[in-house]
């Protein structure tokens, strides 16, 4: 039974399975190039991911991993956002701080069902940074409890390492967060690259 936390705005619901703190391990499974000899890049992590709301109608995620050797070598970070794809209107704040004109949009169980798309889930959209000049932006969807995702931009700046795709599958499976992230960098197609297994930890 997934319970909602107070104050959570309607539009997070079909979200609200994430909302938490939750740790684990994984796999790094990469392999550069197709040759006998193609580099294969293989290690274990922890991972911490973590995903909260401000009363605003998003969340806000941010993962920590670290590769598990004798000094947890940090291994990469990200942050972004999670929300419903939607048009914004003159309710929502923004573009910049510009704040919204009238009453928000979407505030009850009944005006959020609109949103729900013609395979039985909800279209969400996902915003991620990484620190090493890549920005993501997925389109996907939420059925339940299971997330798909695949990149509808990739933005790099000109130092960042060549990174072109992405596809990411996360699903909640006897009470743990389950992900798998497939991309497509450094010369491959679209490829496995690493997936986790985490539980809850707040």
């Known amino acids: 039974m997934i319970e909602l936390p107070v104050g959570l705005p309607a539009e997070l619901v079909p979200l609200s399975w994430l909302i938490g703190v939750w740790e684990g391990t994984g796999v790094l499974d990469y392999k550069i190039g197709e040759d006998a000899d193609a580099e294969h890049v293989q290690r274990e992590f922890g991972q911490r991911i973590s995903f909260s709301h401000d009363g605003l109608p998003y969340l806000n995620y941010s993962s920590y991993t670290w590769v598990l050797d004798d000094e947890h070598t940090p291994l990469v970070a990200e ?8 048009p914004l209107t003159e309710g929502d704040p923004g573009p910049g701080m510009l704040p919204g004109i009238g ?13 729900r798309n013609a395979d039985g889930g909800f279209d969400i959209e996902v915003a991620l940074v990484h620190p090493g000049g890549v920005s993501e932006v997925y389109l996907g969807q939420v059925k339940g409890p299971r997330i798909d995702l695949a990149t509808d931009a990739v933005m790099r700046t000109a130092g960042a390492k060549e990174y072109a795709a992405a596809t990411r599958l996360y699903g909640l499976v006897e009470a743990h967060l389950l992900w798998a992230w497939d991309i497509a960098a450094l010369g491959q197609q679209l490829r ?11």
């Open 192 to 202: 496995t690259h690493a997936s986790a297994r985490l539980a809850k930890v707040d």
């Open 79 to 86: 942050s972004g956002y999670w929300r419903l794809s939607r």
């Open 103 to 115: 009453g928000r949009p979407f505030t009850d169980a009944e005006s959020v069902e609109t949103l």
